[in-house]
């Protein structure tokens, strides 16, 4: 064997869709902070580059577009909320636990500061609420999503007769949304995580859990 054949063994394979992929994602989970702090509009190929080093023309071989660069960074915000809040949430118990759980990791995921602005799809739901297309179609989207993951895990506590026989999962799923999305905004807005505690004990009061109270104990009360 020649001593070239033995040094062309003896390299490392290159991987360049994978290190493609990698780059990619990095680019789009800055892409993503940059959003909730300048929008979604505010973001271009200009600034991303300035925040990761990467030359424009090196962008531009990844996003052809702003659009497409916009949903792209949809795209990543939402994988992020999925690992950060929904999955955690998916591996509680069903029923009133899980929806104890979903909430609580949405509180997590704004105090740890996993985006600089808060959660991602609040801070760019009412900036693009205003812009017909597709990026604003697909935040509505994940939206809706998210809502509706909430009502099935109400329905199923209603099923295990964890709350009261009148309650409407559609409207408690309104409120717990309109709750998380409210103290995520002032959390951002006064930097103060007694908001998020206080949020906190606003939706385990209204899960009829008070303080300290577990799902079966909750439970018994509300069916006495």
Do not use: W
């Not at 994978?18 to 973001?43: C, F, K, P, Y």
């Not at 990026?135 to 009261?164: C, G, M, N, W, Y």
Request: glycine share 8%.
């Amino acid at each position: 064997m020649t001593t070239g054949a033995m040094n062309q063994r003896s390299r490392a394979p290159r991987h360049p869709r994978a290190d493609g992929e990698r780059t990619r994602g990095a680019i789009l989970r800055e892409a993503a902070s940059l959003a909730t702090v300048d929008g979604l509009e505010g973001l271009s190929i200009g600034n991303l580059a300035a925040a990761t080093g990467i030359s424009k023309s090196g962008l531009y071989a990844h996003f052809g577009s702003k659009q497409e660069l916009q949903m792209a960074t949809v795209e990543e915000a939402e994988r992020i909320l999925q690992a950060e809040v929904v999955q955690p949430a998916l591996a509680a118990r069903p029923g009133l636990v899980q929806l104890a759980a979903v909430c609580e990791a949405f509180f997590s995921y704004v105090q740890r500061r996993v985006f600089p602005g808060g959660c991602f799809f609040t801070a760019t739901a009412l900036e693009m609420g205003t812009r017909p297309g597709p990026v604003k179609e697909r935040i509505a989207a994940i939206q809706s999503d998210f809502t509706a993951l909430l009502r099935s895990f109400a329905a199923t506590a209603l099923e295990q007769h964890e709350l009261p026989a009148r309650e409407d999962p559609d409207r408690l799923a309104f409120e717990l949304h309109s709750i998380l999305l409210g103290a995520d905004t002032k959390f951002v807005l006064h930097d103060d995580p007694a908001v998020l505690d206080l949020a906190r004990q606003v939706i385990r009061q209204r899960l009829g859990l008070g303080n300290g109270t577990n799902p079966g104990q909750a439970s018994s009360a509300q069916q006495a």
